[in-house]
């Protein structure tokens, strides 16, 4: 069978909701913790531009006519889930570029210093978050608008959503503890692990309810969740979310802020969980977007 949307689409629907994670991450951490979060706050926004950035140039390659991309702007479709999804990610990677440059060091901003950037700031912090829950939920409802049983589950935006809440932590635990520079301090990564492992708990919880009502639901969308479990996808879904992606991590960060962890092993710790993290999040959207063109209605 051809698939419509394959991996490129995949790897959109991913970097889009990691974005918006990274970005709602910075944006709480700069309003809530202050100065104490403020690498938080800086990691966020340096990351936040880049992954979209990324699955746009892929989309524009997977569209195979790039250079009409510009059509989906001339009009705003008042029923097209995707005339207002691309606007909102227009407007999401503009003003993502603009709020790293604001918190680039004074010195590497190039064409200038914003005049009052702290109150730019604040007021992008107020604004984004509503932004990026636009832009993470939208991928889900780009699906649940299509016509498949499995893309018809009602919690598809909420599992999107959470997901890349959580895979935007995940991506500022990771680069703040690698780095050599502006590394997070033991405080930030204590709330960010806690605050990642409730995000891995709720997902768990919205997969389950999702697989619950798809299985005693129509008979196709028994079916359609059918192959999750048991089907052609089945290794991906226990093995690669379930298994690598959602109880590794989560079993590692409980460990983590009950200190059950070695000083040692720390570090190797905390990068192993925010990878297998992303990992989960990736291979979400890869079986829900595969898996749904698999199965249909009868």
């Known amino acids: 069978m051809e698939l419509t949307w394959a991996l490129m689409i995949v790897i959109y629907l991913f970097t889009a909701g990691l974005s918006a994670g990274a970005m709602i991450t910075s944006n709480l951490a700069f309003l809530y913790g202050g100065k104490d979060f403020e690498r938080v706050s800086r990691w966020g ?3 936040s531009p880049f992954p979209i950035s990324f699955g746009l140039a892929v989309l524009l390659l997977d569209l195979g006519s790039p250079f009409n991309f510009y059509r989906l702007f001339l009009t705003l479709e008042v029923r097209s889930p995707m005339s207002y999804g691309s606007w909102a990610i227009l407007l999401f990677t503009g003003l993502s570029i603009i709020y790293l440059y604001l918190w680039l060091p ?4 190039v064409i200038g210093h914003f005049k009052n950037s702290e109150q730019w700031k604040k007021w992008l912090s107020k604004f984004m978050p509503f932004l990026s829950v636009g832009v993470a939920s939208y991928t889900g409802l780009l699906l649940n608008a299509a016509v ?3 893309w018809k589950a009602t919690l598809l935006p909420v599992l999107f959503l959470v997901s890349a809440l959580s895979t935007g932590v995940a991506s500022v635990i990771l680069l703040s503890t690698i780095s050599p ?7 930030e990564l204590h709330v960010l692990t806690k605050v990642d492992a409730g995000l891995i708990i709720l997902e768990c919880l919205i997969i389950l309810i999702m697989i619950s009502m798809g299985r005693l639901s129509s008979m196709s969308e028994s079916y359609a969740f059918g192959s999750l479990l048991y089907g052609q996808y089945a ?4 093995f690669l979310i379930v298994g690598l992606g959602l109880t590794i991590p989560l079993l590692l960060e409980l460990m983590e802020l009950k200190d059950k962890i070695p000083v040692k092993w720390a570090l190797p ?3 192993s969980s925010s990878f297998l993290v992303l990992l989960g999040g990736f291979f979400v959207r890869y079986v829900i977007t595969y898996a749904g063109q698999t199965s249909g209605w009868f």
């Not at 520079?181 to 405080?187: D, E, G, I, T």
Request: no cysteine; net charge positive; proline share 4%.
């Open 106 to 109: 004074e010195k590497y901003q």
């Open 269 to 271: 710790v905390t990068i």
């Open 235 to 238: 290794w991906i879904f226990w």
């Open 45 to 47: 926004a340096y990351i």
């Open 148 to 150: 498949s049983p499995l």
């Open 181 to 187: 520079w502006q590394r997070a301090r033991h405080k």
